[in-house]
């Protein structure tokens, strides 16, 4: 359990069960000292009548316990704020060219792309790849860092796995059109040959497996190593951190059919192969979807079942 010691020994992400880090809306509130306040979210701007919100708007805030799947009046109390309540769908209405529409959903972007991804529908586990990046697996195990999908369903996360925008910083070194060149041009023999030890994509404070300054972010240059070899083991780098993550999050196996899903996932044409090759107690499959985004699959699959 990760506790936010120097504010309170008593509020801890234990109760949220998720993972503090900095840019989520608790620390954020905490640290800028704001009281007294009624905390929305961004789809409460736009609406000129508020019911509240979706429970996945508001677990990402940090003002969901998970015990109750309700809002935490202790995490409240202790930041001296309030929120609006929860609703299953219908979060308010708002008014475009003198038409007043209701407003429904609102979900939470990680949730959006997780339906779009059929994940419980199809998917076991999912393998976001995009500009952020999560696994994630429908599960009962109340042990771990979790999100709600709705108040009766919780998925098991791994996120802030470092993928598009630490991948953005490491083609720089390169130069980016001839490092994403390169890199759509892969094969899951070059990535294989290479070491995921030579690059650590652990850049950011707050990605998953960040260590400190100093100790994450680490890139090894070889003298007599070629571009596509560099960047094949950028690759490795990358990939194997999801072989970590489901190794982590499903540490028995249940989950058998696995997806890919987000931009990065069409990008990069080898990832199917590589998790084929690495896990052969698993079936890997690529999301074919609706709108071109999974985010927006997932919106559109959830208004369907309202």
């Not at 997780?114 to 998917?123: E, Q, R, T, V």
């Not at 998953?208 to 003298?223: D, Q, T």
Request: hydrophobic share 35%; aromatic share 8%.
């Amino acid at each position: 359990t990760r506790c936010l010691s120097d504010w309170s020994s008593d509020v801890c992400s234990s109760d949220l069960k998720m993972r503090l880090k900095p840019g989520i809306a608790f620390s954020t509130i905490k640290k800028l000292d704001i009281q007294k306040e009624k905390i929305g979210t961004l789809a409460n701007t736009i609406l000129d009548r508020v019911e509240g919100n979706h429970i996945s708007l508001v677990a990402s805030q940090g003002f969901v316990q998970y015990a109750t799947a309700d809002l935490s009046d202790k995490i409240l109390k202790y930041l001296n704020c309030e929120t609006y309540p929860l609703v299953d769908s219908y979060i308010g209405s708002s008014t475009v060219n003198d038409r007043q529409y209701k407003i429904y959903g609102g979900l939470g972007d990680l949730q959006a792309a997780l339906i779009g991804a059929n994940l419980g529908s199809g998917a076991d586990l999912v393998i976001n790849l995009g500009t952020g990046s999560q696994v994630a697996m429908i599960s009962q195990d109340s042990d771990g860092d979790l999100r709600p999908l709705n108040r009766n369903e919780w998925v098991k996360v791994i996120t802030h796995i470092p993928s598009g925008r630490a991948l953005n910083v490491i083609a720089e070194i390169v130069e980016p059109n001839r490092f994403w060149d390169t890199w759509a041009n892969l094969t899951v023999t070059d990535i294989l040959n290479q070491s995921s030890n030579q690059v650590d994509l652990n850049c950011f404070e707050g990605s998953w497996l960040y260590k400190s300054k100093g100790e994450s972010g680490l890139i090894y240059l070889k003298e007599s190593q070629t571009i596509q070899e560099f960047v094949a083991s950028v690759a490795s780098s990358w990939l194997n951190q999801y072989s970590l993550a489901i190794d982590s999050i499903d540490k028995n196996g249940t989950s058998k059919n696995v997806v890919l899903s987000g931009g990065l996932a069409n990008r990069s044409p080898f990832a199917i192969e590589y998790f084929r090759y690495k896990d052969k107690n698993r079936l890997y499959n690529c999301i074919e979807t609706i709108t071109g985004e999974t985010t927006l699959d997932g919106l559109i699959k959830f208004a369907e079942r309202i």
